[in-house]
Nanobody, 126 residues
């Protein structure tokens, strides 16, 4: 069993930056594909970014490409999401997710993931 806890959310002005962190406990993250999803008010949860076991492969939804960077530190059992040039439409609850499955082609799909955190709120004011 893996427990995931997100932190780093908050209120920021448009154009600002935030760095989200996801701390894992229970098992080492080194064999887990990790992702970040987000859910805005009144909308479905959507994929934001994912990173492979080694960190050598990453993927992003088009709307965050060039602005967000996902990274991981397996030694510390941590995953990060650096968010720059934030926009009001980035406002959402951000969730960290982990998958023990192989096959990064499915990493943008929520059902690919076995474990989820409780989320951290990100609010971007205009």
């Amino acid at each position: 069993q893996v427990q995931l806890v997100e932190s780093g959310g908050g209120l920021v002005q448009a154009g600002g930056s935030l760095r989200l962190s996801c701390a894992a406990s229970g098992r080492t993250l080194s064999r887990y594909y990790m992702g970040w999803f987000r859910q805005a008010p009144g909308k479905e949860r959507e994929f934001a970014a994912a990173i492979s076991w080694s960190g050598g492969s990453t993927s992003y939804v088009d709307s965050v490409k060039g602005r967000f960077t996902i990274s991981r530190d397996n030694a510390k059992n941590m995953v990060y999401l650096q968010m720059n040039s934030l926009k009001p439409e980035d406002t959402a609850i951000y969730y960290c997710a982990g998958s023990s499955k192989a096959g990064g082609s499915y990493s943008a799909i929520a059902t690919f993931y076995d474990y989820w955190g409780h989320g951290t709120q990100v609010t971007v004011s205009s």
